[in-house]
């Protein structure tokens, strides 16, 4: 199940990726995705479960695109 996961989230983060080609994306996109897709497995691996994985990812959003902005 967890292997599962990882490679959905996985090919999330690659069509995330392949969807900016066209233009170069800025500093807050490039932190919104890899928070997203750090905050999802880090929220995937201490709460478990559906809810660990959507509010690890919306908080690892969150944090990335302000960090990004940052920069």
């Known amino acids: 199940m967890m292997n599962t996961k ?3 989230s996985v090919a999330a983060a690659a069509l995330m990726a392949m969807t900016g080609c066209t233009t170069n ?3 807050a996109q490039i932190g919104t995705g890899v928070g997203a897709v750090g905050g999802g497995l880090l929220g ?3 709460f ?3 809810l ?4 690890g990812a919306a908080a690892g959003a969150l944090i990335g695109n302000e960090i990004g902005k940052k920069q």
């Open 48 to 50: 478990g479960g559906t």
């Open 6 to 8: 990882i490679l959905i």
């Open 52 to 55: 660990g994985t959507v509010g």
């Open 44 to 46: 995937n691996a201490v």
């Open 25 to 27: 994306p800025t500093n």
